[in-house]
Every structure is written in C-alpha cells, then in structure tokens.
C-alpha cells in the first residue's frame, strides 16, 4: 500500500470538512428565506434551528423538488414542510470512508459534524467536499480529474473549485 494510499485511510472528516461557516436560519422561516440566504452565502444547504436547537436541514435540491417542481410559493412554504430531519451528524474524528458510506446508507449529501465527546458541532460537511478531498489527494489522469471536476460542477454550481 502506498503512502498516499495510507493518507487516505486515516484522513479525519475533520480535516476536510468546509471551511466555510455553517449557516442556520429559523425553522419557522419560508422557503424564499432560505434561498436567498443560501444564494447570499454560496452555500448548498441551511440547518434549521428552533429555540437555538439544530432540527433539520433544507438543501437547493429539497427547495428545487418540493417548491418549484410542485410550483409552490416559496414565500408562502413553510421550511417545516420540506426540511429533512432528524440531522444526520458525525463525529469529526470519523474517517473519510466511514462518512461517504454514511452519506451512501442514508440517501443523504450534507453531514452535520460534530465532536461527540462536547456534544457541540463543528461545521458540515457536503458530497462536493468529499469530491474535493479526491480531486487533492488521488494521483488522478487528466481524464479522471476532468471527469471529478464535471459531477462537482453539477452537484454543486455556486461553490467555488480549486484545482
């Protein structure tokens, strides 16, 4: 096994987490709110808190299939009705492996991470950052990186990527 092989292995959730801020609106906000603030803050997704309690997420795919592809007023949607919960989290020790297959068991992009020992999170983490991770790490051909960068760009269009 080579030692970027190994790197993989034991990279931390952690270390390649999004650096950008989580960012949390009121649960009793609508739909219009949380896509102006994902759009003001270049973000894919929004956790939804209550009384300063993390209770759900709303991602641009919830309000794309639940608002606009059933023509609903997103002024007028509740993000209540369309917000997935309970959170999936993770612990930000968890290696890279164990949080794509997380993402893969529950059919989910965004993990919310979290230190379990504090019981306080830390950041998220989306399928665009694994992406990322991959695009650094593997000694990829131009072909294989061409073809990483092409599914970042469609899963996530208003993130920057590096490469």
Excluded at 29 to 53: C, H, P, Q, R
Excluded at 112 to 131: A, C, F, P
């Amino acid at each position: 096994m080579s030692n970027k092989s190994k790197s993989l292995e034991n990279t931390r959730i952690e270390e390649i987490m999004s650096k950008k801020r989580m960012v949390t609106l009121n649960a009793d906000s609508t739909a219009f709110d949380a896509a102006k603030k994902m759009s003001e803050n270049l973000v894919s997704s929004i956790i939804l808190t209550d009384s300063s309690k993390l209770v759900g997420i709303v991602t641009e795919r919830d309000l794309i299939r639940q608002v606009c592809a059933n023509d609903l007023l997103s002024s007028k949607t509740p993000l209540t009705s369309i917000m997935s919960s309970p959170l999936i989290t993770i612990d930000k020790d968890l290696v890279v492996q164990e949080a794509a297959r997380t993402m893969i068991k529950n059919k989910v992009r965004h993990l919310v991470i979290e230190n379990k020992r504090t019981r306080h999170v830390v950041g998220i983490i989306s399928s665009t950052d694994l992406i990322k991770f991959l695009i650094d790490r593997l000694e990829l051909d131009s072909d294989s990186s061409s073809f990483l960068s092409d599914l970042y760009w469609l899963e996530e269009p208003t993130e920057e990527l590096d490469i």
